[in-house]
């Protein structure tokens, strides 16, 4: 089993910034790719980026490439999405996902509890 706990939401003007936390616990040794999606209201889970648990490659939505950064601190088991130039499309409840490899959500086996970003114009 994996456990997942995000931080880091909030509210933020357009063109601001804001830095999401995934601490990962359990069988972090089952992990190879760790990933974040968001969820609008009214429409589907969607991709933003993914990390490789090892060696560090990463993957971005076209939606965020230039302005979103994902890392990881393996030490800490915990994998950060830097967010800057915000802007209010970006408003979503932000899900921390591990367990798939695609950029599918239905290929997660498990998500964090979301931590809200409402990015006000």
């Known amino acids: 089993q994996v456990r997942l706990v995000e931080s880091g939401g909030g509210l933020v003007q357009a063109g601001g910034s804001l830095r999401l936390s995934c601490a990962v616990s359990g069988r972090t040794f089952s992990i190879n790719n760790m990933a974040w999606f968001r969820q609008a209201p009214g429409k589907e889970r969607e991709f933003v980026a993914a990390?490789?648990?090892?060696?560090?490659?990463?993957y971005y939505a076209d939606s965020v490439k230039g302005r979103f950064t994902i890392s990881r601190d393996n030490a800490k088991n915990t994998v950060y999405l830097q967010m800057n130039s915000l802007k209010p499309e970006d408003t979503a409840v932000y899900y921390c996902?591990?367990?798939?490899?695609?950029?599918?959500?239905?290929?997660?086996?498990?998500w964090g509890q979301g931590t809200q970003v409402t990015v006000s114009s």
């Open positions: 996902g591990a367990g798939g490899v695609t950029t599918r959500a239905r290929d997660y086996d498990y």
């Open positions: 990390i490789s648990w090892v060696g560090g490659l990463r």
